[in-house]
């Protein structure tokens, strides 16, 4: 067996550009959730940055706690292992905004997905098993019809359901943070948590600038090849794409996003979707959801959604890069 697995995740670069003294952006920046996390925010010498980095990092931790599929004590570990357990607010919420996500999308979001995600060697202490004959039995546990919460209770119509918040934990714990940061004052900032982005107010009257990677496979350094650059105001965005996260084996790649309707990896020829949206957790998912629509079913969807904006990168039948934008979007982007 010859196969290759990464496990980066999507990444993106957030440039910054100092227009003048007058006033004082601060940083700071850590790992959290498997990744990285950037921070910046404009500072009118009220706050510390090594006091928000040690509030920023206990509120990550709080929400590993609730939504890690890595965490052996979290709450969705348990509820994996159909232990009786209470959700938290974390848990329920991000429940909640999944299963709109998923009625949005007619069900290409689903964060039921978990058995799948698992037979096809991705998550934690995966391995690949997925075959034809085990596609159907798999099949039974997917479905957010299959599942509910009830007195802060998830309820399986099947043990054998497992949840998977990968999709929207790293958009929704954006949300979180800056949720924080807005409660404790800061007017202007930009949050970053594995790439999904999230900015208030603008820099100096100058949006933010986010550097969209070009989907490339082994692009593994974020910021090192750009494909375009976005500026937003006020407003999410995150990245999902097949460029980091597969295998090869037997000369076939298989990517981590799975379509939960078919239970195969989707397969086409969109390479990435970048979504914009109020909410960064709304965003990712969305995001996942184009991977596995393709390219011409994500633009009828966007088509219905005007709230949303997207850039979306896809090969033509040469394989030559392409990119699609949101008529809205495209007085935004520039060259990197």
């Not at 949720?179 to 107010?201: F, P």
């Not at 078919?262 to 996942?288: F, H, R, V």
Request: hydrophobic share 35%; with cysteine; glycine share 8%.
């Amino acid at each position: 067996m010859n196969y290759r697995i990464s496990y980066l995740l999507p990444g993106l670069l957030f440039l910054i550009c100092a227009c003048n003294t007058t006033v004082t952006y601060d940083s700071f920046a850590g790992f959290a959730q498997g990744t990285t996390y950037s921070i910046v925010f404009q500072n009118n010498g009220k706050y510390k940055p090594a006091t928000l980095k040690k509030d920023v990092e206990k509120i990550l931790h709080e929400f590993d706690l609730s939504l890690s599929l890595y965490t052996d004590s979290s709450i969705l570990t348990k509820v994996n292992r159909n232990e009786d357990v209470v959700a938290d607010k974390y848990f329920t919420e991000a429940f909640s905004k999944s299963a709109a996500i998923t009625r949005l999308t007619d069900g290409a979001f689903d964060i039921t997905v978990g058995p799948l995600v698992k037979a096809w060697g991705f998550g934690p202490d995966a391995h690949k098993n997925f075959s034809e004959s085990k596609r159907d039995s798999l099949l039974k546990f997917v479905g957010m019809d299959k599942v509910r919460m009830t007195g802060g209770k998830v309820i399986k119509d099947d043990p054998g359901i497992k949840l998977d918040f990968n999709a929207i934990a790293q958009g929704y714990s954006v949300d979180v943070v800056c949720d924080y940061l807005s409660s404790i004052g800061l007017k202007s900032y930009l949050v970053e948590i594995g790439g999904e982005v999230r900015v208030k107010g603008d820099k100096q009257g100058v949006p933010w600038r986010i550097g969209i990677d070009r989907p490339e496979d082994n692009n593994n350094i974020p910021g090192n090849d750009l494909q375009a650059i976005i500026s937003i105001k006020n407003r999410s965005l995150a990245t999902s794409g097949n460029y980091r996260k597969f295998y090869v084996e037997n000369g076939v790649k298989y990517s981590h996003t799975i379509d939960p309707r078919t239970g195969y990896p989707a397969k086409n020829q969109l390479l990435s979707a970048t979504i914009l949206a109020d909410e960064c957790a709304t965003a990712d998912g969305i995001a996942t959801a184009c991977m596995v629509f393709g390219k011409e079913k994500t633009i009828e969807f966007l088509a219905l959604h005007p709230e949303y904006d997207a850039f979306l990168v896809f090969s033509d039948d040469k394989g030559n890069y392409q990119t699609w934008a949101t008529e809205n979007l495209k007085r935004s982007i520039s060259n990197p």
